[in-house]
């Protein structure tokens, strides 16, 4: 068992989970309280076996209509135990802090895991209750987390960026024993509200004042540590690969003319030929080696990513204009699709199964189904499988809500499969904008054609909700610091392209902003036109819209920590202009 808190800041922030991580107990401890015993009588014969939101409960395992693919459950330490014994001398996990590496191999971070479970048991932590880690990617946030399964608690993933009353409202709920913090920071956060935390017994920091490091970062200079890494697989969030798009056509832009020349010959051809791949073609064009010696390698090299083999996204989905750019650089970003309460990962993409916008097919043993579909087969996506998470920690009204009882995960998500049962993503059910006139409004595909007929915008956002028509918050690419993951005021080299080709001289979002740059406004006036002609109904145009001040970040509060547009909060943020786009309504 384990608890996690899901990747948007919502009100599931404060909502732990009970999560099988494919692994399920197969026996409850013994000494099951008596109210226990009571609610899990009560959800086994209300016929809703599949969940529980009691910390001690029993769950029915989801068994497939095939006695060969029905596995027999297994706990997580017997999972690290057994990886322990098979690959003892290999190299299991790696960090790097400063300068200096710290690389484990699999015995190594068994027993690593073990002494952390001791340590936890040592300083008062009881039978399920919280080990709460709160801190940026590192070997000691995976290895508290399963110390903490080991030794019986419940592993609780907190963010980074969470306010301590947050904190506070997770570690209540997991009754939580010990709090495992990186930084001064995060210990701050914990000093303000453990005066009421009844449970708390210990702060564990492991690791010294990091001044430079700033939360949800994940990575300082992150290029340099890909080329000294040379990793295989490579998972990043859509901040990542904007950075390393814009250093890509950096580069391109610095480089002569001739050398533009042959990049442009080969991104082509790279083009063509994966579009040709993904429909099953196997035959390549006798350039095409070429082209990769040329320009495919270099920029690899360039990215760190020369002995990469599969690259992959995670949280919001990447607009087609920079899936098609690391397509050209035959470089295929895979998309994940996946929930906390599926631990992480439902369906992903592969090389011999990859279309454009589409997150995959489901993993083996799992199944998908998609309901109240639409004219255009859009429809509620549902989820099945032993990946499933057991509940929401004491909460049963929300559990019940999100698992049927057949097992079946609603996720709220919008989607549809196609005729070779690739998923794709068509936004949340919760983001529909319905209109004054009634009509409802799915804002995402309609946000993915500006983002794809604009290349200057980064994110565009409809708000409508209630209102006669639907506008525009646009946000324009702007560069990144790589050291905080803050927005910056100059425009990323892209955009400043996009802006020469238009023959305009803006280089600041401030030179454009308040309609100071005539050309760029027109530039996305005539865009907004061209989205609205593929509108189905009048309701589905884009009627006014705006280029607010800072691109948004997770900093700022916009996005969650995957990148992932946080509607609510950017409502409340940019309440002032939403509104002056209503004050004088059009005819």
Not at 25 to 52: D, P, Q, V
Not at 229 to 249: A, E, N, R, Y
Not at 343 to 350: A, D, E, F, I
Not at 416 to 424: A, N, Q, R, S, V
Request: hydrophobic share 35%.
């Amino acid at each position: 068992m384990g608890t996690t808190n899901p990747e948007e800041q919502d009100l599931r922030t404060t909502r732990p989970l009970l999560k099988t991580k494919a692994i399920l107990r197969s026996k409850i401890h013994s000494t099951i309280s008596k109210k226990a015993r009571a609610e899990n009588l009560e959800t086994m014969t209300s016929g809703t076996r599949y969940w529980t939101s009691n910390r001690e409960g029993q769950v029915q395992l989801r068994m497939g209509k095939n006695p060969l693919e029905n596995e027999p459950p297994v706990t997580v330490p017997d999972l690290i135990m057994s990886a322990a014994t098979k690959y003892s001398h290999y190299l299991a996990i790696g960090s790097k802090y400063k300068k200096s590496w710290q690389v484990l191999t699999y015995i190594e971070y068994y027993e690593a895991c073990r002494r952390a479970a001791k340590a936890f048991l040592k300083v008062g932590l009881e039978r399920f209750h919280g080990v709460g880690i709160m801190g940026i990617n590192s070997s000691e946030w995976v290895i508290a987390s399963i110390g903490a399964i080991m030794a019986g608690g419940i592993s609780v993933g907190i963010l980074s960026s969470n306010s301590p009353k947050a904190c506070q409202v997770i570690a209540e709920t997991s009754e939580m024993d010990i709090f495992v913090v990186d930084n001064d920071r995060q210990l701050q956060k914990v000093n303000q509200i453990q005066g009421y935390l009844k449970h708390l017994k210990a702060i564990i920091q492991y690791r010294e004042d990091i001044q430079e490091v700033q939360p949800n970062l994940y990575s300082g200079f992150l290029m340099e540590l890909l080329r000294e890494v040379q990793p295989t697989t490579f998972c990043g969030i859509p901040w990542v690969w904007d950075h390393m798009l814009d250093s890509l056509k950096t580069k391109h832009l610095d480089s002569t003319a001739f050398r533009r020349r042959i990049d442009r010959w080969a991104m082509r051809m790279g083009l063509s030929t994966n579009k040709r791949r993904m429909m099953g073609e196997i035959h390549q064009p006798l350039c095409f080696g070429l082209a990769k010696r040329l320009t495919f390698e270099p920029a690899r090299k360039f990215l760190g990513l020369n002995h990469c083999e599969q690259f992959l996204n995670v949280g919001m989905g990447l607009p087609t204009s920079t899936l098609d750019f690391f397509l050209s650089m035959n470089i295929p970003i895979m998309e994940v699709y996946g929930l906390p309460e599926c631990t992480g990962v439902h369906t992903v993409s592969n090389l011999q199964a990859y279309r454009i916008r589409s997150c995959g097919k489901e993993l083996p043993k799992t199944h998908t189904k998609v309901e109240k579909e639409n004219q255009n087969g859009v429809g509620n996506l549902c989820l099945w499988g032993r990946h499933i998470f057991m509940g929401y920690l004491r909460d049963k009204q929300n559990t019940e809500n999100k698992v049927d009882t057949h097992g079946w995960l609603h996720t709220n998500d919008l989607g549809f499969l196609d005729f070779d049962k690739f998923l794709y993503i068509m936004g949340k059910a919760k983001d529909l904008i319905t209109l004054s006139s009634g009509e409802k409004v799915n804002p995402y595909p309609i946000e993915e054609r500006v983002r794809t007929r604009i290349p200057i915008v980064h994110y565009a956002m409809l708000v409508g909700q209630d209102f006669p028509y639907l506008c525009a918050l646009l946000t324009l690419k702007c560069q990144i610091n790589p050291e905080t993951g803050e927005t910056r005021g100059n425009l990323t080299s892209e955009a400043v392209a996009c802006c020469r080709k238009l023959r305009s001289q803006s280089t600041w979002l401030s030179d454009v902003l308040y309609d100071r740059d005539p050309i760029v406004t027109q530039f996305i006036n005539q865009g907004i036109e061209d989205v609205n002609s593929e509108a189905p109904t009048v309701g589905a145009k884009i009627i006014k819209w705006v280029i607010l001040d800072n691109d948004f970040s997770v900093d700022g509060g916009e996005l969650g920590p995957m990148s992932k547009m946080n509607r609510s909060a950017v409502v409340k943020i940019y309440q002032e202009e939403i509104q002056k786009l209503y004050e004088n309504p059009t005819s």
